[in-house]
């Protein structure tokens, strides 16, 4: 039986691009040949999730319920994947030194109109449809 594969999408407040992350990996997940799951987590979590990356989120119809999160030693050395956000050029992410880890290199949102929201989100959902696709090869 095969392992299932854990994703870990890291920010440092966790509470836009990694969020939206996850709760895109999620429920995409299902429409691939492939046995995984994601969580996500920051280096400095934020109180709340961003109100705009849940409206973005609600127009595709993922009603996504998450706190945001710290990052543990447990969360990274659990995670078969590590996806860093964008934030590898920040002292806050220090996940730069993990071998498993990839950076996506996605712009924060945070603080421009909903209209870049929507940008992010969408590159995000086609750089997670990449790695469940990439992710499903190497489960054959």
Known sequence: MKKKINVLFVCIANSCRSQMAEALFNELASNYAVDATAASAGTVPADDVNPSALEVLKELNIDHHSDPKILSDEMMSEADVIISMGCMASDFC???????????????????????FREVRDVIKEKVDILLQELSKSEK
């Open 94 to 116: 220090p996940v730069t030194f993990i071998p498993k880890t990839q950076d996506w290199m996605i712009e924060d949102p945070v603080s421009h109109p909903i209209e870049k």
